[in-house]
């Protein structure tokens, strides 16, 4: 704790130096403010070069896109996030222990680890982030992992994501999302229930309750993701998902349905199915979502009447009917199936 407190001490102090000079460079900051800050804070070499990393960084995003001098100052909490390079930290994955630097030298300490990622630490690579959360110390360890070779797939699974059904696949496996909602009207209650009577006890219980249903819907969206991904694996398939990327910046939806909207995570879902296909060697096409709801997948003909309500299609031309998701993930596999065969993205013009 002493280590991570007089870290972020030390970038309070740097942000004051980068901050009334307007310097956010790197390597100026580091002439600027590297001997003073480890004869006032004790810091070894290697933590004031992380500590001015960190500042530098801060500012980075802020700086580039500035036309004059920064106005504001950027602070750290002194229970903030540090991060720790391979200098400073190695590990003994045969003894469950690891080595960090700290104020007093390097100490050896015991540390915990689930199996699956007891098998990712031994690629550690670059960084790892020392944070301090409801009273224990975590590290977030960066690792680089060798991808496997992509398997030679013969299929393409479709998968529509969405509210209802959190995920459909093209073979017609569907993960149903009312637990999901559920959990989501029981905390949403409670929220406002802890909200409006603003006492002290409240406010505790809220501080505690915080980040239970984000971490449920996470929980939630490794199972699936690792579903979806096994069957490819066990298919010889590859998969295909919509791009959906700025979808809550076009879709307008009813008041009532807002919130269930907002808090639905399908980019988590979709990040999660391609860091794990990535891992089993499984390709992952991302195709255009344009009329993959209205196309009947029998015929080809698109129209917005054959949607006739959230789960039931009925073709307007053919007559063919199906679960409406199912039919979705079936036209998304159609165009993972041509843009696996042209290597070009391609989608669903209206004719």
């Avoid at 804070?41 to 802020?62: C, H, N, P, W």
């Avoid at 720790?84 to 003994?92: K, P």
């Avoid at 149903?176 to 229930?193: P, S």
Wanted: proline content about 2%; glycine content about 6%.
């Amino acid at each position: 704790m002493e280590t991570l407190t007089a870290m972020n001490l030390a970038c309070n102090q740097i942000s004051a130096v980068a901050f009334d000079n307007q310097c956010f460079n790197r390597i100026r900051l580091h002439k600027l403010t590297y001997y003073a800050i480890r004869e006032d804070f004790g810091l070894k070499s290697q933590m004031t070069i992380r500590a001015i990393g960190k500042v530098a960084d801060a500012y980075k995003v802020k700086a580039k896109k500035a036309t004059g001098p920064i106005d504001s100052q950027r602070t750290f909490r002194l229970k903030g996030a540090v991060a720790f390079d391979c200098r400073m930290i190695s590990f003994a994955l045969s003894s469950d222990s690891l080595s960090i630097l700290t104020l007093e030298g390097r100490q050896i300490m015991k540390f915990e680890v689930g199996d699956n990622a007891r098998n990712l630490v031994a690629f550690q690579k670059g960084e790892s982030d020392l944070f301090f959360r409801n009273g224990q110390f975590f590290l977030n360890v960066s690792c680089d992992i060798p991808e496997p070779e992509l398997i030679d797939h013969e299929n393409v699974i479709g998968v529509d994501m969405g509210i209802n059904q959190l995920a459909t696949l093209s073979t017609g496996e569907s993960f149903d999302g009312q637990k999901t909602e559920k959990v989501h009207k029981k905390n949403q209650a409670k929220r406002t229930g802890l909200q409006k009577k603003k006492t002290r006890s409240a406010k505790r219980k809220l501080k505690k309750n915080s980040g239970k249903e984000k971490r449920f819907k996470r929980n939630e969206n490794h199972i699936i993701s690792k579903r979806i991904v096994d069957e490819a694996k066990r298919t010889g398939s590859a998969i295909a998902l919509e791009d959906l990327t700025g979808i809550r910046r076009r879709q307008r939806v009813r008041k009532s349905r807002r919130s269930r909207f907002s808090g639905w995570a399908f980019h988590q879902l979709r990040q999660f199915i391609i860091y794990k296909a990535k891992l089993a060697g499984v390709p992952v096409f991302l195709v255009p979502p344009a009329y993959t709801s209205q196309r009947c997948h029998k015929c080809g003909h698109i129209e917005k009447a054959n949607r006739k309500t959230q789960s039931e299609f009925v073709c307007c031309s053919c007559g063919h009917g199906d679960h409406a998701d199912k039919n979705a993930a079936l036209n998304i596999a159609e165009l993972g199936c041509s843009q696996s065969a042209h290597g070009r993205i391609v989608g669903f013009i209206r004719q």
